[in-house]
């Protein structure tokens, strides 16, 4: 390793004959290294800043190579008189901070005058060197701002220090505790160059200035990147206006709405790596629904690939939020609005929200939406609250009170009607298709009739002339079908396939047949016989009923063109960017409520793809009888944005009053009041009822609180502006911590405690009934027949389990034979041992086909459940962390928890944690000989592509991408973990 020499450090060894020679030579050159030194000093804390942000340890094994070789080359001839100089593929694939060296001994062997190596350095790196000169890695704020005066002792004493020698033994020495991973050294001169790009954005950023560097203070990779993988050239007018805003450039809170389709999303991108990049600062994207927080993970991920070390962090797919810390040390957090809160408590509470630098908030409008509006409402106005530096960006389709939220978010405010593509709306009224027009008195004028011959039969099956809407377009061109219920969309399916032609068959044949295989193969063998019947039209339906699997199926073979046509429900329109040349909105309904202005805008800004059509159409079926409120519809401004937190009064104000507390963000009356009169409802408040002031409505909840045994303190009737103090009790403290809904809190406490009494552990039967959550029993109907059954197939002990949640085996046998019950049961006790089964079932056979099938389910509901009870298993988990008497169920559930998160065999579940891996492509993996995660992480795309069937190139990249950052997440925790444990304590007894 060390040439012909015992080791790096010692008498006879390397670095004593590289200290010999260094000594003679700064005898001869004294007088020059004396007028260099004020070079070395302003450069050699950026070259050995130890442990560099934007180099990971492998580096100090390139930088060691490098210094090793090339010492040699300068110590073996002549420095002064040698005419053999460092070849051009040495000095190639020197690292950065190698040739920043020799540009410095460069310096010393001639004063001004520029060296051989230097020129030839300079014809190697041409401009890179020249953007490096400076320190090649952004400082730290307190580096940047140390003083840099020094005397001229001083400065000897650290040219000293910095000698050749001691280089060598930093870089050794680092080397030998560094992880040994392979990495280009041509790479790393590459990072070094950007690392340099992005320190100039950030000082370019952190100014005045105007001119914002090369990409909107961002480093030119990354606008290559986006010409690479999203075909972006230029950027709309809009954004470039956007993105030059004063209030952007000065950090201030913004909101910007436009119509869908806009472009949105890569102004929001754009800010987000400014934040990660030039300021430093972690970043949190939060979604209203896990479709969109998937779909953004996949796309980014796969950008990420290309982004390196620029990018860290894409939780939400797997529900996983620790950051992932590689070089840049700074995490982007894309959550749904439920995991975003939490996130946002965890940083409260342990006084990291400052580390949170941006916050960027998709559909903004939502805030007007039940739950999850006063949830995100309740998660802005924390962070308001507590953190000065946050900056918050919502982004929003058009809104209409947009001044409260203005007032809310402390926001300026921009707007623009761009579409790339123009959308043209209409309207059909039994053959005749209206252009909407808003200047007529009716807001409809006549365009045309339909030109479809149909017979009569043809009209008994379609009388809504479906079939003559979708040829007009299909199969050259795509279209979307909104339909009000979930057997609306498969059957508007079913009846287009059996009347198209049979040549519709031909377009992508061989595509097809591959996505019934995929399909087949994601149900073990199963497919829907519908999509299984429609498929090759280039046909398929798309709700709630699929799992998670066959809509992400479904969805890339229309983004791809394979499928022409998609039958879906509403919430397609706000899930899942699926852009159409024609969307057909099959009536003006939701279930069975009349469309709303925003969600019809939703439906039909899907209709115009960017840079594939020239315009979008959108066309409303209309029934005589709807016709009068559809003209109002199309007319009538979008609705106000209102506070949900009064509407959600146990989801919303009261837990909202439970955290503040809990958080200790306020602590007394006077303090909730402060806090309360700066959320959106406290904007608001002009608007409640008169009945009760927004001050007595808080009052109400806090002694709510106490009164369930919440909070602890005391209301003063008299005096508002008390000092009172309230506390939260340690079932308080459980509940927030576990975001337990407050109208179930209290219940699952007896239940847990009921359970210490006697809890049965002979199968996981009576944990799981724990574990299902109870905002589902109510939209369940058990079928008694199928429940009888399944009580039958339990053992005595797993029976008894019944008997003690309080379902007796005569209630079951009694409904399952239709006689009369007198004994009163609880509903929703039966109900949810009933969902505990369908759980209990899934665990057993990992299957979500067969137990659909056994329960008379949809998948998508067994999914939907499985989901739902992962999530509240790790809620119960955290409730019982913070009570002391529930420890024993710590462990259970913990691993209860993962077993419902993955619901796969054991064996599978360390291939699951990788993005982009669900159960059907695990189980190909493994098959395959992949079992491992390192097999994962040091697999070979292109070998992927080969041995794992329907696996694309972009998918294999990802795949082992991901891999290898959850590795190197691993490894990094047991690293901290290790240097935690040898840290040395600063209280030592006895020690100074």
């Known amino acids: 390793m060390f040439g012909d020499h015992d080791s790096f450090y010692g008498n006879d060894s390397l670095l004593a004959e590289v200290d010999d020679i260094e000594k003679k030579y700064l005898q001869d050159k004294n007088t020059d290294i004396k007028v260099a030194g004020e070079i070395i000093i302003g450069n050699q804390s950026g070259i050995h800043q130890k442990k560099q942000d934007n180099f990971s340890n492998s580096e100090n094994m390139v930088v060691l190579k490098a210094d090793k070789e090339d010492?040699?080359?300068?110590?073996?001839?002549?420095?002064?008189?040698?005419?053999?100089?460092?070849?051009?593929?040495?000095?190639?694939?020197?690292?950065?901070?190698?040739?920043?060296?020799?540009?410095?001994?460069?310096?010393?062997?001639?004063?001004?005058?520029?060296?051989?190596?230097?020129?030839?350095?300079?014809?190697?790196?041409?401009?890179?060197?020249?953007k490096i000169r400076s320190p090649s890695f952004c400082p730290d704020t307190e580096h940047r701002n140390r003083p840099t005066d020094f005397s001229s002792e001083s400065k000897c004493d650290l040219f000293k220090t910095e000698s050749l020698k001691d280089h060598l033994k930093s870089a050794m020495t680092g080397n030998a505790k560094a992880q040994t991973l392979q990495v280009s050294k041509t790479k790393q001169l590459k990072e070094a160059v950007l690392s340099e790009e992005i320190c100039v954005a950030r000082k370019t950023i952190e100014s005045s200035s105007v001119d914002i560097g090369p990409f909107y203070g961002l480093p030119s990779k990354v606008k290559d990147l986006f010409r690479q993988f999203r075909g972006i050239e230029t950027l709309y007018e809009w954004q470039h206006d956007c993105l030059m805003?004063?209030?952007?450039?000065?950090?201030?809170?913004?909101i910007y709405s436009l119509p869908t389709s806009g472009g949105k999303t890569l102004v929001a991108e754009i800010i987000i790596l400014q934040e990660l990049l030039c300021r430093q600062k972690d970043v949190l994207m939060i979604l209203p629904y896990v479709a969109i927080v998937q779909e953004k993970v996949r796309g980014l991920s796969s950008f990420g690939i290309e982004l390196d070390f620029l990018v860290e962090e894409y939780a939400g797919s797997k529900g996983r939020f620790p950051p992932i810390?590689?070089?840049?040390?700074?995490?982007?957090?894309?959550?749904?609005?439920?995991?975003?809160?939490?996130?946002?408590?965890?940083?409260?509470?342990?006084?990291?929200?400052?580390?949170?630098?941006?916050?960027?908030?998709?559909?903004?409008?939502?805030?007007?939406?039940g739950s999850r509006g006063a949830t995100l409402e309740i998660t802005l106005a924390k962070i308001l609250y507590t953190s000065k530096n946050t900056q918050i960006i919502g982004m929003s389709a058009t809104l209409n009170n947009v001044g409260d939220l203005q007032k809310f978010l402390q926001a300026e405010y921009y707007t623009n009607n761009f579409r790339p593509v123009e959308l043209k709306e209409y309207v059909k009224i039994r053959d005749s298709i209206y252009a909407v027009d808003n200047k007529t008195e009716n807001g409809f004028t006549f365009s045309r009739l339909l030109n479809f011959k149909y017979s009569s039969n043809l009209e008994?099956?379609?009388?809504?002339?479906?079939?003559?809407?979708?040829?007009?377009?299909?199969?050259?061109?795509?279209?979307?079908?909104?339909?009000?219920?979930?057997?609306?969309?498969?059957n508007v399916a079913s009846m287009l396939c059996k009347y198209l032609k049979k040549e519709f068959r031909a377009h992508r044949e061989k595509e097809k047949q591959d996505l019934i295989k995929n399909l087949e193969n994601i149900g073990n063998g199963s497919v829907c016989p519908i999509l299984k019947q429609t498929i090759p039209f280039g046909i398929a339906y798309h709700h709630s009923g699929l799992t998670n699997d066959e809509r992400k199926s479904i969805e890339e073979a229309y983004s791809t063109g394979v499928l022409c046509l998609v039958a879906c429900t509403a919430t397609l329109a706000a899930g899942v960017n699926l852009p159409a040349r024609r969307v057909i909105l099959r009536a003006p309904y939701v279930?069975?409520?009349?469309?709303?202005?925003?969600?019809?805008?939703?439906?039909?800004?899907?209709?115009?793809?960017?840079?594939i059509d020239s315009a979008g159409e959108s066309i409303l079926i209309v029934q005589e009888k709807d016709k009068h409120l559809v003209q109002d519809l199309v007319n009538s401004p979008l609705e106000n944005c209102y506070s949900s937190l009064l509407l959600e009064l146990t989801k919303g104000m009261q837990s909202l009053l439970l955290s503040l507390v809990g958080l200790k963000i306020a602590v007394t009356h006077e303090e909730v009041n402060n806090f309360m009169c700066s959320t959106l409802l406290g904007i608001q408040q002009h608007l409640l009822s008169k009945e009760k002031s927004l001050t007595e409505i808080i009052k109400d909840g806090l002694e709510n609180l106490i009164e369930k045994g919440l909070l602890k303190g005391r209301i003063c009737e008299k005096d508002h502006n008390s000092k009172c103090t309230l506390t939260i009790t340690p079932l308080g403290k459980a509940t927030y911590k576990g975001s337990i809904d407050l109208a179930y809190c209290n219940l699952l406490y007896r239940e847990l405690k009921k359970g210490l009494e006697g809890l049965i552990l002979e199968s996981n039967l009576h944990l799981l009934y724990l574990a299902t959550p109870y905002d589902m029993t109510s939209n369940c109907s058990p079928d008694w027949m199928i429940y009888l059954k399944q009580f039958n197939q339990l053992s005595a002990a797993e029976q008894k389990v019944v008997d003690i949640v309080g379902v007796p085996e005569s209630f079951i046998t009694k409904k399952a034979s239709g006689q009369a019950i007198r004994k009163n049961v609880d509903s929703a006790v039966v109900n949810r041992l009933y969902l505990t089964f369908v759980l209990y079932t899934l665990l057993k056979e990992t299957n979500i086909w067969s137990v659909s099938e056994k329960f008379n389910m949809s998948r998508g509901y067994v999914q939907n459940l499985l989901n739902s009870a992962a999530s509240f298993a790790s809620c119960v988990?955290?409730?019982?962390?913070?009570?002391?008497?529930?420890?024993?169920?710590?462990?259970?559930?913990?691993?209860?928890?993962?077993?419902?998160?993955?619901?796969?065999?054991?064996?599978?579940?360390?291939l699951m944690e990788v993005a982009g891996v669900l159960e059907a492509r695990a189980k190909q993996l493994y098959n395959a000989g992949y079992k491992t995660l390192a097999h994962l992480a040091n697999a070979n795309p292109e070998t992927l592509v080969?041995?794992?069937?329907?696996?694309?190139?972009?998918?294999?990249?990802?795949?082992?991408?991901?891999?290898?950052?959850?590795?190197?997440?691993?490894?990094?925790?047991?690293?901290?973990?290790?240097?935690?444990?040898?840290?040395?304590?600063?209280?030592?007894p006895g020690t100074c």
């Open 245 to 254: 805003l004063e209030s952007l450039q000065q950090r201030k809170n913004l």
């Open 71 to 130: 010492a040699f080359q300068m110590n073996e001839n002549d420095p002064v008189d040698s005419s053999q100089e460092l070849t051009e593929s040495t000095l190639d694939d020197l690292p950065s901070s190698q040739l920043l060296y020799f540009e410095k001994m460069g310096e010393l062997s001639s004063g001004s005058r520029m060296s051989p190596v230097s020129e030839r350095r300079n014809k190697c790196v041409n401009f890179s060197l020249h």
């Open 325 to 369: 810390k590689r070089r840049i040390k700074k995490s982007l957090y894309i959550a749904t609005i439920e995991k975003g809160h939490a996130l946002v408590n965890s940083l409260i509470e342990t006084e990291r929200i400052d580390d949170l630098g941006l916050v960027v908030v998709d559909e903004l409008h939502m805030l007007g939406e």
């Open 946 to 988: 080969k041995m794992i069937e329907h696996l694309s190139r972009r998918q294999a990249k990802q795949i082992v991408s991901s891999a290898k950052m959850l590795l190197s997440e691993k490894a990094e925790a047991l690293q901290e973990e290790v240097e935690e444990l040898l840290k040395v304590p600063t209280d030592i």
């Open 460 to 490: 008994k099956a379609d009388p809504d002339h479906i079939i003559a809407l979708v040829t007009e377009v299909i199969p050259k061109y795509s279209c979307l079908i909104f339909c009000p219920t979930k057997k609306n969309c498969e």
């Open 591 to 611: 279930a069975n409520d009349f469309l709303k202005k925003n969600q019809y805008k939703q439906m039909i800004g899907r209709a115009g793809r960017a840079g």
């Open 877 to 910: 988990l955290h409730f019982s962390e913070e009570l002391e008497e529930f420890w024993v169920y710590k462990a259970l559930l913990t691993e209860l928890t993962k077993k419902l998160t993955y619901c796969v065999k054991t064996e599978l579940i360390p």
